[in-house]
């Protein structure tokens, strides 16, 4: 995951423990031996669930996450994996319970504290999700602090916060200075804020370091557009609709074309 994202779709950091180790087995397991046999069962079920997930089997990714949960309804995991499967499938009430309930659990985790800030930004909670994106940034093991800076500044720019997703952008590229989805908010910042000549300058160090997507592509044609280039927003074009016939941002392109 996932700037919202760019990193809405990814499931960041929700990692299995190295295998338990066990003893000598008694006939009768004591608690402790029952507690971890609960946990190793919700992580495999929970790391099932994901793999379902991720060949497309929300069925039955659904069903091992569940039963994740009635084996070790503590393991945080767990309940931020089925967050994001009840969001996928439209079940967002279900999605911020469980979400809530990861958070709960394990409140220093950066990885849960953006994915749950992503889900409050997209339900329109914008100073709240943002809290949790600044708090995912306080856990010391959090490997991916672009991300949560990245959704940060795509909430941001959605409410119109344009100063705030500067700020949040900018901490970004310092992190990670070839972040994709970062360098392609700033293009989009710039462009709103009418710096084009800058937007260019961030679209072009976008395009520099992943492919081209018809997002990318019709930013870049209305970047040239405003900067009066003819020849470079049809060359913008001519790709976009080469690679992406049918994408919305190419009728949109042969639209103003035709008038």
Do not use: W
Request: net charge negative.
């Amino acid at each position: 995951m996932k700037s919202i994202d760019p990193t809405r779709s990814r499931l960041v950091g929700v990692l299995l423990g190295s295998a338990l180790m066990f003893g000598c087995v008694s006939n009768q397991p004591s608690k402790d031996d029952q507690q971890e046999q609960a946990l190793k069962a919700a992580e495999t079920n929970t790391a099932l669930g994901l793999e379902y997930m991720n060949r497309g089997q929300p069925e039955v990714a659904l069903g091992k996450l569940k039963k994740a949960i009635a084996e070790d309804d503590e393991y945080a995991p767990a309940h931020t994996v089925l967050a994001v499967l009840y969001e996928t499938i439209g079940e967002y009430q279900l999605a911020g319970k469980h979400y809530r309930k990861a958070v709960d659990l394990d409140p220093n985790n950066g990885d849960i504290n953006n994915n749950y800030g992503v889900y409050l930004c997209q339900s329109d909670k914008v100073r709240e999700a943002q809290r949790f994106f600044v708090k995912a940034l306080e856990d010391p093991f959090y490997r991916t602090p672009a991300v949560a800076l990245t959704n940060a500044g795509s909430c941001a720019l959605g409410a119109g916060m344009l100063a705030d997703t500067d700020g949040y952008l900018r901490r970004a590229l310092q992190f990670s200075p070839q972040f994709p989805d970062a360098l392609l908010l700033m293009a989009k910042l710039n462009e709103t804020e009418k710096n084009y000549l800058t937007s260019r300058a961030f679209i072009q160090r976008f395009e520099a370091v992943t492919e081209a997507t018809a997002e990318s592509l019709f930013l870049g044609y209305r970047i040239e557009t405003a900067l009066g280039d003819d020849n470079a927003r049809m060359r913008y074009f001519e790709v976009l609709n080469g690679q992406f016939p049918g994408a919305p941002e190419t009728a949109e392109v042969r639209r103003q074309l035709e008038r």
